[in-house]
């Protein structure tokens, strides 16, 4: 493995363990997860590997084969900078839950396309929250390994994310997606064999991120809160007459909360088929799901629309965005046959605009965080 002989040359010894975490894309249930509602995302066949030993002097020597970070103790995380704020923000989560964490050596090998938004960030947080727990014996289980790392991104990064993509990263498991109810963190996994179907689940890379993206999420979590307080209920989750919650709001809330209530529906519906084996069925939920993100929930692009749409008119069974929005990835779910159609329709069509072309990676439902070696 690469990423040993690596760590032998830097640190001049083999490392004590090596892990890995993926990314994710999401299946359906956007913008879901912090209104306590379900997501069903899938870990991808990318991610993050980490090798690391621990050090009794409390410092953290921290490297990327992709990136550099500068060695920090224990007691000066604050002065972490760029990406390695991520691995840091667990060492800090961890000390902050009063886990017994010390120092360590780790060096990081991440293959999760950059910018695509595939949470290279919840892998990296993953990975390293995986290895302390195991490291010090520590004893947690994948969902509180999950949490803390949520907590890393959420008050030391800073980002105010849901829980959905550092659960996916801990929980997934191969060929599966996994179900979770975002309020009890009850998770199951549910088979996903697209290719027995002769189906494929294409991730259309846009290319782009939009910088309002970051502000826009806290904006639509907030959307999400007023709206709760004004129909008197903890959260969206706990709309159940979604006609009557309508008349009560207006404006920016009425539409935030069409999203989340059918978004949610949505998220049943699907699993619903995917019991039923009518995997090919989907696809009308996925266009659906696009509509409402664009339409009421208002985080798509035109780099997503122009994807989706050209994905379908080229003969997919339904496309939608994945993850936040304002850019990274869209999904479409395409018979194999149709994939060279459905790829040409979305390269035409960002052409005649004059955009770059986007990248086309097939998704492969993949195994959360594990030990390597
Ligand atoms: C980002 C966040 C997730 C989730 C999605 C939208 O990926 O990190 O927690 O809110 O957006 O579904």
């Known amino acids: 493995m690469r990423v040993i002989e690596a760590f032998r040359e830097m640190f001049g010894a083999d490392p004590q363990g090596v892990w890995h975490a993926p990314g994710r894309v999401n299946l359906i249930g956007e913008h879901t997860d912090y209104n306590d509602g379900f997501v069903l995302p899938f870990a991808v066949q990318w991610g993050v590997t980490a090798a690391v030993t621990p050090r009794a002097d409390g410092i953290v020597r921290l490297s990327s084969l992709q990136a550099d970070g500068p060695p920090l103790t224990l007691s000066e995380l604050e002065a972490a900078e760029g990406w390695a704020r991520y691995p840091v923000g667990v060492f800090w989560a961890m000390r902050e839950a009063g886990h017994a964490v010390g120092g360590a050596d780790l060096l990081i090998d991440g293959d999760v396309p950059q910018g695509a938004g595939l949470s290279s960030s919840a892998a990296l947080e993953v990975v390293v929250a995986t290895a302390l727990n195991d490291l010090h014996g520590l004893g947690l289980g994948k969902m509180e390994l999950a949490l803390l790392a949520q907590r890393a991104e959420n ?19 191969e060929g599966k997606a996994l179900f979770l109810d975002c309020r009890s963190l009850g998770s199951r996994t549910i088979p996903l064999d697209l290719a027995a179907h002769g189906l494929q689940l294409l991730i259309i890379d846009t290319g782009v991120h939009h910088d309002l993206a970051d502000g826009q999420y806290a904006r639509r979590r907030a959307d999400c809160e007023s709206a709760a307080r004004h129909l008197g209920v903890d959260a969206l989750r706990d709309v159940t007459d979604l006609a009557g919650a309508l008349k009560r709001l207006s404006g920016d809330e009425r539409k935030r909360t069409q999203h989340v209530v059918t978004e949610s529906h949505r998220v049943e519906a699907l699993i619903g088929l995917l019991r039923a084996g009518a995997v090919a069925e989907i696809g009308a939920l996925l266009n659906a799901s696009h509509l409402s993100l664009r339409d009421q929930y208002e985080v ?3 780099e997503l629309d122009v994807a989706v749409e050209a994905a379908v008119r080229g003969g997919a069974r339904g496309a939608r965005l994945t993850g936040g929005g304002f850019g990274g990835s869209a999904i479409a779910l395409v018979a194999e046959e149709r994939a060279p159609a459905v790829r040409k329709s979305v390269e035409a069509a960002y052409a005649e605009r004059g955009w770059k072309a986007p990248r086309f990676l097939p998704a492969a439902p993949s195994a959360g965080a594990r030990r390597l070696a």
């Open 300 to 302: 798509s692009c035109a």
């Open 155 to 173: 008050d030391f990064v800073g980002v105010p994310c849901g829980i959905m993509d550092q659960a996916a990263s801990a929980l997934s498991e």
